[in-house]
C-alpha cells in the first residue's frame, strides 16, 4: 500500500482516505504507526475535541446534530466520533444516530465515525484519540466526542477531551444531580437541553447550585431546546470563549499532556495483550493458581 499517497489524500480531506486510515489504525495493522507519524502537527494542535457527555436520553445526539450545522454554517469542517455503549449485535442507539445523521452524511466537511465499547480490538482511548488525530489532520477544526453516561463509562479513565459539556435534561440525570461536586471535575460547560419541557427550570436551578461564583454560573451553564435549535448558537460561542481561555491559561495543554499520558498506557497495554495472548498459547504454565500463572507468564516477556 502506498501510505504516502494515502496521507496526501487524508490531508486532502478524502473521505475514502479517511475511513480507510482510521480502520487500519483500529485494527493495528502494521502501516498504523507511519499513518500516524505523518499526520500534519499543527492540524493536530489546532482541533478542539469537545466532549458531549451525559445520560441516555438527554439529547447528546440531537444537539450534536444542531451543533454541527452551526458549524457548517460558520464553514467549519467537523468531525464526530459517536463512542456507542450497546454491543455490537443489537446497536439500536447507533441505528437512531446514523439515520439523524444523514442529513450530513453528503457533506464532506463533514466526517463521521462510530465506535462500539464492547466486541472491539484493542484499547478505546487508543483508537478515539488516533481517530480525533486523523480527523484533525484531514482539516477538521472541531471533533465532536459523543460519549454516553458519566461514572462508569470507559471514557472516564481516558479523558481525551479538551473540553466536555455534560448533557442533562428534566428526567435525565437526577442522579447525576446528587453528585454535584463531581460534576465540576467531569464538566467544564453543563446543558440544560430540553428547556420547552417541565422540570427544565428548576434543573437550571439546581445546577445554578455547582457554582459558587456568580460569572461561572452564567458562562458556565447553557439552556437548549436541542430538538428545535435554540440556544445551540450561544452554546457554540461559549464553547469557543473557554476554548481560547484553556489555550491561554495552559489548561488545554496540562489535559492534552494527560490525555497523552493515557493513551499511551492503552496502547501499551495493547502491546502487552497481544504478546501475552500469543505466549499463553505456546507456554506451559506450572502453577495451579492463575495469579501465581500470570506472573509466570509476565516473566516470559522479560529480556525479548
Ligand atoms: N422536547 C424535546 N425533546 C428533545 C430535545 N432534544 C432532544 N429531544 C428528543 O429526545 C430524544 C433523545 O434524544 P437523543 O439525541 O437521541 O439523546 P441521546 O441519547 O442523549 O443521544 C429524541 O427523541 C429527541 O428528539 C429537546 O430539546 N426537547
Ligand atoms: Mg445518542
Known sequence: MDISLLLQQLHDGEPRAIARAITLVENQEGEAAQILAGLDRQRIEDVLILGLTGPPGAGKSTLTDRLVGELRQRKIRVGIIAIDPSSPISGGALLGDRIRMMEHALDRDVVIRSMATRGRLGGLCASAGATARIMAASGCRVVILETVGIGQSE????????????????GFGDDIQAMKAGILEVADLLVVNKADQLGAKKLQLDMGTVFSDPQDKEQRICTTVASEGTGVATLLERIFLFEELYRQDGRLQERRNRSFASETLDWAMELVRVRLQAKLATTPLQSIEPQQAARQLLQTLDGE
Open 155 to 170: 471514557m472516564d479513565i481516558c479523558r481525551l477531551a479538551d473540553l466536555t459539556a455534560l448533557v442533562l435534561a428534566p
